[in-house]
C-alpha cells in the first residue's frame, strides 16, 4: 500500500495503523442539514486513508500524497491550508478532554478536491477514527462525524452541517442514510440501482468550490434570519409555507421556500425507494436542482448545463449535489441510456 511506503519513507519507521474514510455523494437534502432537517446522503468508493503512528509530545507532523512538502503544526497552532481540516480534529478532541498528543500521519486520497463529494469531511473522519482508535477514546462513529464538525466549524471557519460528517462515518455499501439533522437519528435505506437496471452518474464540472469564501455562511445567514423572523427554532419547524412566504421577501423568502420543499422531497423520495419505485425518483432530483438554482441560487451555469445535458441524453432524472457554487451533479440513468448521457 503506497500510504505505508510513503509513512515509511517520510518518517522513517512503520505506522501505528491505517485507517479509511469515504466521500459522499448527496441523493437529496441540500442546504437542509443546517436548518435541523432532512438530509439523504450515500458514500462513493473513493476516500482518504491515513497512515497514522501516535507521538509523545504535541507535535503533529502531516504529509499528504497530493499536497506536496510535509507539514509540522503544534496541535495549539493554526495550521493553513488543507492541514486544517486534520489539525482541527486534534484541536476539538484536546478541547473536550480527550487525551490526545500529536501524531505523525501520511494522507492519501482519491476523491476529486472541490468536486463537492467531501474530501474534507473524509480527512475529518479519518484523523478523529484513527485518534479514537490510537488513543482509545471510546466515541461512536457519531461523535466522530460530531467533533470532525466542530472542527470544520470552529477551526476551519466553515459553518457546515453534519450531514457530510454523519455519511463518511456512517455511510454503509448499497444503502443511503437518512438523517434527521435534529434529533441525529439515522436509518439506512436499500439503495441498490443496479437490480433496477439503473446507475448514478457523477459529473464533476471540473469548476473548484471553495465553501469557506463567504457564499455558504451568507446562505445560513439568509435561514436563520427567517427562522427567527417566522419565530421558530429552524426552518424545519415550518408547517404553514405559503403563510410562511407571505411573511417574508426577498432572500429570505427564497431560502424558506427551498429548504421546506427539499425536505418534503426527502421524505417523498424515501416513500419511492422503500416501495420499490426506483425510476420514479428523477422528478424530484429534477425538482430538487430548480430550487437549488432558482430558490437557493447555489447553482452555477457549468452545473446548469451538466444537468440539462444528461435530462436531454435521457436521464431519468438530475441535479447539482453538494454546497454549490461548482463541483458535481448528479444523474439518475436507465443502463440502455449510460453512453448517450455521456455523449
Known sequence: MRVI???????????????????RVNLIGEHTDYNDGFVLPFAVPWGVTAAVAPREDDVVRLRSLQA?????????????????????????????????????LVIDGDVPQGAGLSSSAALEVVVGTALNELYGLGLTRMEIALAAQRAENDFVGMPCGIMDQAASALGEEGKALFMDCRSLGTRTIPFDLAQHGLQLLI??????????????ARRRQDCENAAKHLGVDALRDV????????RLSGDERRRTQHVVTENHRVEALIGLLR??????????????????RDQYEVSCPELDVAVESAVRGGARGARMTGGGFGGSAIALVADDRVEAVRE
Open 5 to 23: 511506503e510513503a509513512f515509511r519513507e517520510t518518517f522513517g519507521v512503520e505506522p501505528e495503523g491505517v485507517w479509511h474514510a469515504p466521500g
Open 68 to 104: 506536496g512538502e510535509p507539514q509540522t503544526v503544534e496541535i495549539l497552532d493554526r495550521a493553513e491550508g488543507w492541514a486544517r481540516y486534520a489539525v482541527g480534529v486534534f484541536w476539538v478532541l484536546r478541547e473536550a478532554g480527550h487525551p490526545v498528543r500529536g501524531a505523525d
Open 203 to 216: 459529473i464533476n464540472t471540473g469548476v473548484h468550490h471553495e465553501l469557506a469564501d463567504g457564499q455558504y
Open 239 to 246: 408547517t404553514d409555507l405559503a403563510g410562511a412566504l407571505g
Open 275 to 292: 416501495a420499490g419505485a426506483v425510476r420514479e425518483i428523477g422528478a424530484l432530483l429534477n425538482a430538487s436542482h430548480l430550487s437549488l
